[in-house]
């Protein structure tokens, strides 16, 4: 049973509009959540976090909204770039005391010049 | 900051044959080390992670193992490898300094032929 989906495998988006990649999880007890980014045969590098105690965070041209009542959180890119073509995964971990990362499948984006 | 080494990046190998992986961290001591398998339209599925030297905990059964011979040295291994072991397998580590940020190698890409 998948903790954390990401339900779109797949978003295309013109350069400079918003990008609105889309995070759900199942369990209530995550604390701590990330997003990173993966280009082709690279590893992940950390892009933004967010508390459960908080509901936005900011960095630059990336924003997470978190909904803990809806168990979703959402990664907001303004304005978006085709350096920004990567995939995006979503992480969840249970916060202190806990080193493991549950993540999900992954969305692809693509940003269209 | 610590940085992950990797080695090979890139790796054919013929069903039944064995494998070997490494994985080095440098810039850290005590780190909390994962392997991570991506394959073909999945996430990112934990394999292995250790607390310490000798430390290793499964996620998944199958047909590989990992090793921990030193404080900074991750080894993936099989004796007899499988079609399905293809895939982008990643080393990570977790540090102190960054409860929960994990960090991520460049990739080894094995191909199972």
């Known amino acids: 049973d998948q903790q954390v989906k990401q339900n779109s495998p797949s978003l295309s988006v013109q350069e400079g509009r918003i990008s609105i990649l889309n995070c759900d999880y199942t369990?209530?007890?995550?604390?701590?959540f990330l997003w990173y980014k993966k280009y082709p045969a690279e590893g992940p590098t950390f892009l933004i976090s967010?508390?459960?105690?908080?509901d936005k965070n900011e960095d630059g041209r990336f924003t997470v909204f978190l909904n803990k009542s809806a168990k979703h959180l959402s990664l907001h890119i303004v304005p978006s770039q085709p350096g920004d073509s990567a995939v995006y995964f979503c992480?969840?971990?249970?916060?202190?005391?806990?080193?493991?990362?549950?993540f999900g499948k992954g969305t692809k984006l693509s940003v269209i010049p | 900051s610590q940085t992950i080494h990797q080695w090979p990046a890139t790796l054919v190998q013929p069903v039944g044959s064995p494998l070997s992986l490494e994985c080095t961290v440098e810039?850290?001591?005590?780190?909390?080390l994962y392997w991570y398998r991506q394959a073909a339209g999945r996430g990112l599925q934990l394999l292995f992670y250790s607390v310490g030297i000798g430390q290793i905990s499964s996620e998944v059964p199958q047909n590989l193992s990992a090793s921990r011979p030193q404080d900074r040295q991750f080894i993936l291994s099989s004796k007899k490898l499988l079609l399905s072991d293809s895939g982008f397998y990643l080393c990570?580590?977790?540090?102190?300094?960054?409860?929960?940020?994990?960090?991520f190698g460049p990739g080894t890409r094995l191909t199972v032929t």
């Open positions: 967010i508390s459960s105690i908080k």
């Open positions: 990570a580590c977790f540090t102190a300094r960054d409860p929960y940020e994990q960090y």
């Open positions: 369990n209530s007890m995550f604390d701590y």
């Open positions: 992480a969840a971990n249970l916060g202190a005391g806990s080193y493991q990362l549950t």
């Open positions: 810039g850290t001591s005590n780190p909390n």
